[in-house]
């Protein structure tokens, strides 16, 4: 019964929890199955404005009915009239010394994607090895159906990142476009 309350519910889940112990302890359960959370339809991560950059722009497609789910979690992002498009100003993943504001910027994407069932489709446009690195852990390990990669070249050490990633994701499908792709060993990829 609590399952089917808690499912029916068009309230944040964060509202959920102030009933009871038990009640708590039955919507942790709930909320701790990630098949019963929404999917992210796409989600892109787009690099700043150099190829060197240590930001990146986060989009994200989320259904009407979800919105209620990812309440406050998208607080200042540019979002439109509908709530379905939300769009990151350029957020610091990474830095030489990981400060607090990149830390801010990975525990509030970690928070966005533990609240999601899977993305069917992940966009990466430009994203260099280290910071596809970081992606990776802030998507913890969110299951993905379709990955694209879009980057400039494509060397051994990043082909091996790719992998490691979408084993970690269980990606169903790989697409990678890129300018400059260096063949040695492709057979092994």
């Not at 950059?53 to 992002?77: P, T, Y």
């Not at 350029?90 to 999601?116: D, P």
């Not at 990776?136 to 050490?157: G, Q, R, S």
Request: proline share 3%.
């Amino acid at each position: 019964i609590v399952s089917l309350i808690i499912s029916e519910s068009r309230r944040p889940v964060d509202k959920l929890r102030l009933i009871s112990p038990t009640w708590n302890a039955v919507v942790l359960e709930y909320l701790s199955d990630r098949n019963n959370h929404p999917s992210h339809d796409f989600v892109e991560f787009e690099n700043g404005k150099t190829f060197a950059s240590m930001k990146v722009k986060v989009k994200a497609h989320l259904s009407l009915e979800n919105k209620d789910h990812f309440q406050g979690l998208f607080r200042g992002w540019n979002t439109d009239a509908t709530f379905d498009r939300v769009e990151s100003p350029f957020l610091q993943l990474r830095s030489f010394f990981v400060g607090q504001k990149a830390n801010e910027n990975r525990n509030r994407l970690k928070l966005i994607f533990s609240r999601c069932s899977n993305i069917s489709n992940l966009y990466l446009y430009y994203i260099n090895r280290k910071t596809i690195e970081v992606i990776e852990k802030t998507l913890a390990d969110v299951p993905i159906d379709n990955l694209f990669i879009f980057e400039k070249k494509c060397d051994k050490e990043f082909r091996a990142e790719i992998i490691i990633f979408t084993r970690v994701h269980n990606v169903q499908k790989v697409t990678i476009s890129v300018e400059q792709l260096k063949a040695t060993k492709l057979r092994e990829y």
